[in-house]
């Protein structure tokens, strides 16, 4: 049990594009999301946090304008990185938070912009 | 000084070998310690996963926490290669946000 997934596992696009990933909890309802997003070599960092039927909360740092987003339901998260750019390339990270707050990682998104 | 220290490696030891990995903390509101691993290119997922202080095992690991120093272990027994991979340790606080800290990660090959 607790698999998290995330649509699409690649995406590849132009600069001034805008692209969503979608994260969802397949086995349980995730009370938490989270967006990461993680450099070669580096650790995690975190984007923001998000409730369902809720405004997200941003990291420091990180443009609320320019990642967007979404918690439609309990089960299913999105981000848009709205008019990307080349330095907003990165691997994209969901994660979910069951009622017991153990949390468990998507697979990632890995987002190239030409 | 960061929240959480984590060597990044890299760590490279033989195929059978006992590995340890450890990261130290500063916040002594740290409650919940987690032990992460990741493959190149995927997703962390949830290895070990420790309250307060103590020890845990689960096959060949074995995660410690010790809060009066403010440090905490994982080990492998037995190394495989299959075990090589980043490990991520991470901690939040008890109540309150559900946010974790993560370390750096270490690296690590063992060597068939």
């Known amino acids: 049990g607790a698999v998290v997934s995330q649509h699409p596992s690649r995406v590849i696009c132009k600069s001034g594009t805008s692209v969503k990933i979608e994260c969802r909890s397949l086995d349980f309802q995730a009370t938490t999301m989270f967006w990461y997003r993680q450099f070669p070599k580096q650790s995690l960092m975190l984007m923001a946090t998000s409730n369902e039927g809720s405004k997200a909360t941003y990291e420091q740092g990180v443009e609320k304008d320019k990642f967007l987003i979404n918690h439609a339901s309990l089960t299913l998260s999105t981000l848009t990185v709205t008019s990307a750019h080349p330095e907003d390339s990165s691997f994209y990270i969901c994660s979910a938070t069951r009622l017991d707050l153990d949390q468990f990682f998507g697979p990632g998104t890995r987002l190239t912009v030409l | 000084q960061k929240e959480v220290e984590q060597d990044p490696g890299p760590l490279s030891v033989p195929e059978g070998a006992i590995v340890s990995l450890n990261c130290t903390y500063s916040?002594?509101?740290?409650?919940?310690f987690m032990w992460y691993r990741q493959y190149s290119r995927k997703g962390p997922e949830l290895l070990m996963y420790t309250y307060s202080s103590g020890n845990k095992e689960d096959g060949r690991f074995t995660a410690q926490v010790d809060k009066s120093s403010k440090y905490i272990s994982l080990f492998i027994r037995d190394s495989q290669p299959s075990d090589s991979a980043t490990y991520l340790c991470a901690m939040r606080e008890q109540g309150g946000s559900e946010k974790l800290v993560f370390g750096k990660g270490t690296k690590l090959t063992v060597n068939p």
């Open positions: 916040n002594s509101a740290f409650q919940y």
